[in-house]
């Protein structure tokens, strides 16, 4: 059983900063591509940015390109994605996950969290 477990959202101004945080297994930490998807209300679901086993390759949308920053913490098992300037588009639940061969298309991933929800204030 394959367990994603998010935290960090929360509501912030426009131009504010979060950072999520997504645990896992040792297992899966150290051997599958993990990243985000976000989901607005009455959208599809929506690529925001992966980073490859080792940490050496990282993706990220056009959209949050410059802004967000993802990143692995080896000791804790954990990967963050760090979002800088803020705006009232980003507001969606964020989703990590993982896959052994994942990219940039949703239906890769066969691993998901819960979900968390971030709000940006205009």
């Known amino acids: 059983q394959v367990q994603l477990v998010e935290s960090g959202g929360g509501l912030v101004q426009a131009g504010g900063s979060l950072r999520l945080s997504c645990s896992t297994s040792g297992r899966i930490f150290s051997s599958y591509t993990m990243g985000w998807f976000r989901q607005a209300p009455g959208k599809e679901r929506e690529f925001v940015a992966t980073?490859?086993?080792?940490?050496?390759?990282?993706y990220f949308a056009d959209s949050v390109k410059g802004r967000f920053a993802i990143s692995k913490d080896n000791a804790e098992n954990t990967v963050y994605l760090q979002m800088n300037s803020l705006k009232a588009e980003d507001t969606a639940v964020y989703y990590c996950v993982a896959d052994p061969h994942g990219g940039v298309v949703a239906g890769e991933y066969d691993y998901w969290g819960q979900g968390t929800q971030v709000t940006v204030s205009s």
């Open positions: 980073i490859n086993w080792s940490g050496e390759r990282t």
